[in-house]
């Protein structure tokens, strides 16, 4: 699916797509327990739709993303730890996929670097099946060789998305229903004060 007319995605066009990705989901399951890992703090409120649309038993782990520039060896990089909630220990937490059926959810999947580095991690532990569900996918922002294997929406890699748990550039907007372009009321409010010049 592409992008909203007028640059949004209403709640009843949002509605139906997760209710759609749920019946996908359940359906590829086929009654199994599902663990599904979300990634935080974007993916709230899509997760919690999610999860009620799939049928059958599911558990959920949160896990929380954190970048940090580290030095090594006199050289600066980025990189990315993960924690959750139930344990600091990540050998405990992914020891518990064994054998299990995995899905990770995230709201946005653009790059997918982080994405594909916590799928190595939970691979690594032998789950029966891992996939992944994302409400928005910018393929074109794509780094690595990375598909969901659900999706709500495909957008436009250079927009900014507000609502429906995601937030504007001031950290608002997260309550909002549908999905707004975040960068739309700013760019009407550069044109308002270049034409009162």
């Known amino acids: 699916m592409s992008r909203g007319k007028g640059g949004a995605y209403s709640a ?56 940090r520039d580290v030095e090594l060896g006199g050289h600066r990089r980025r990189e990315v730890f993960f924690a959750n909630r ?12 064994k054998g299990r059926d995995v899905l990770l959810v995230d709201a946005v999947l653009d790059s997918g670097v982080t994405q594909e580095f916590l799928l190595r991690r ?34 436009a890699s250079n927009l900014m998305w507000c609502g429906y748990g995601l937030a504007g550039p001031n950290g608002l907007g997260r309550n909002g229903r549908s999905l707004v372009n975040a960068e739309a009321p700013r760019k009407k409010a550069v044109k308002a ?3 009162k010049r």
């Open 193 to 195: 004060n270049k034409r």
């Open 86 to 97: 139930e344990t600091t220990s990540a050998g405990k937490e992914h020891a518990g996929f």
């Open 122 to 155: 939970i691979g690594e532990s032998k789950p029966r099946s891992l996939r992944m569900a994302v409400l928005l996918d910018k393929e074109s922002q794509r780094r690595v060789n990375l598909e969901p294997d659900y999706f709500g929406f495909r957008t």
């Open 12 to 67: 009843a066009r949002i509605a139906g797509r997760v209710k759609a990705m749920g019946r996908a989901i359940s359906q590829a399951n086929r009654g199994r327990r599902l663990d599904v890992v979300v990634m935080m703090d974007r993916s709230f409120v899509f997760a919690a739709d999610l999860v009620r649309a799939i049928e059958g038993d599911v558990a959920v782990h949160f896990v929380n993303e954190d970048v």
